[in-house]
């Protein structure tokens, strides 16, 4: 009905749904004066969308192009190595664990880690669960040369990888995985993770809630010397378990041994 209002094809309403794309300014106001929301509010929602792409926001933000523009980006990631982390066969053998046909993996996602490759790449920090390291993605040879490219990347001035280990508690991290784009001039867009896909947020209250969020990770995380030793350990345990078949962390930690 909205689409039909608004004179906009259907599948254009569906990305501004599901978060793939973000409407303008103009779009914003169509839809709000369609839907009748009050003079008040709709100047509230109007003026985040006027300041939520500028100072380098995309306007049809992608993971990509945020990811070009900011000057730092802190990510959670529990369950997986973050995409910028990736290497090529650990991508791969990810979209195969997610079920998608071998024939369409080199084209199912956007390698995205040239962005670190650049002369002036934006500081990039990395909060990743400790099972990242032992979950089976592939082979264990996928898995030693993911490890051996995290411990590399950990060594770079512009990169902080910080392992959040088991047994902790509760912390922030539980209801999710996200991304932090912060970009000049204060501004910043969260980046709500589900599947292979996601959702951009600008609304300050929840850029707000994921920086105490990243903030209170952080506090149980492994310092990034700590984090370098896990990884190293980690990667002695592919190495010694042959094929998936890896020994569980101890439960004191990997700095046990």
């Not at 709000?32 to 003079?39: E, F, G, I, K, P």
């Not at 995309?58 to 000057?71: K, L």
Request: net charge negative; aromatic share 6%; with cysteine.
């Amino acid at each position: 009905m909205l689409a039909r209002r608004l004179e906009f094809p259907h599948t254009q309403i569906l990305h501004w749904e599901t978060g793939h794309q973000v409407p303008g300014v103009e779009p914003v106001a169509m839809i709000l004066t369609a839907l009748r929301v009050s003079a008040g509010e709709r100047e509230r929602i109007l003026e985040l969308a006027r300041d939520a792409f500028t100072a380098g926001i995309p306007q049809r933000p992608t993971a990509v192009e945020c990811e070009r523009a900011p000057a730092s980006i802190v990510e959670w990631s529990p369950a997986a190595v973050p995409e910028l982390l990736r290497t090529g066969e650990y991508r791969r053998a990810l979209l195969g664990v997610r079920g998608m046909p071998e024939s369409d993996r080199d084209t199912g996602a956007v390698p995205r880690a040239d962005v670190l490759a650049k002369s002036d790449p934006p500081a990039f920090e990395a909060l990743i669960g400790e099972t990242v390291a032992h979950e089976p993605i592939g082979s264990a040879q996928i898995m030693i040369a993911q490890l051996d490219h995290l411990i590399e990347m950990c060594a770079r001035p512009d990169i902080t990888i910080r392992v959040v280990p088991l047994r902790v508690g509760w912390h922030p991290g539980w209801s999710g995985p996200f991304v932090v784009h912060e970009f000049p001039g204060g501004l910043a867009v969260v980046r709500f993770e589900h599947g292979v896909s996601g959702a951009f947020v600008p609304a300050g209250h929840d850029v707000r809630d994921c920086r105490e969020a990243a903030s209170k990770i952080r506090d149980v995380a492994l310092s990034p010397a700590g984090s370098v030793d896990h990884l190293v350990r980690a990667r002695r345990q592919w190495e010694r378990g042959g094929g998936n078949r890896v020994a569980p962390p101890d439960p004191r930690g990997l700095d046990a041994e």
